[in-house]
């Protein structure tokens, strides 16, 4: 059983920055893949960024790539996600998730997830 629990989430103008945190609990966190999801009112949650459970390789949606970094410190049991150069487009609510798989971009393939924290973008 893992459980996550987001957090750094809030108002920013555009083109700032925001660093999302994710801490986990459970001492099998190093096992999972970990993934940052989003998801805006009205649409559908989409694939963020994800991580290796080594942290070795990182795979990230093509509107986010050179702006958001995923990370991971598995001596702290929590997931990162920095987002620069904001945009109105990022505003969401955004989830992390935790997958038994080596990577994954779909959310079906995650196995937990947290309750997200809300990030708002003005423009």
């Known amino acids: 059983q893992v459980q996550l629990v987001e957090s750094g989430g809030g108002l920013v103008q555009a083109g700032g920055s925001l660093r999302l945190s994710c801490a986990a609990s459970?001492?099998?966190?190093?096992?999972?893949?970990m993934g940052w999801f989003r998801q805006a009112t009205g649409k559908e949650r989409e694939f963020v960024a994800g991580?290796?459970?080594?942290?070795?390789?990182?795979v990230n949606q093509n509107s986010v790539q050179g702006r958001f970094t995923i990370s991971r410190d598995n001596a702290k049991n929590t997931v990162y996600l920095q987002m620069n150069s904001l945009k109105p487009e990022d505003t969401a609510v955004y989830y992390c998730?935790?997958?038994?798989?080596?990577?994954?971009?779909?959310?079906?393939?995650?196995?937990?997830w947290g309750q997200g924290t809300q990030v708002t973008v003005q423009g």
């Open positions: 991580i290796t459970w080594t942290g070795g390789a990182t």
């Open positions: 998730a935790a997958s038994r798989l080596a990577i994954a971009t779909v959310a079906d393939l995650y196995d937990y």
């Open positions: 459970g001492r099998t966190f190093s096992s999972y893949a």
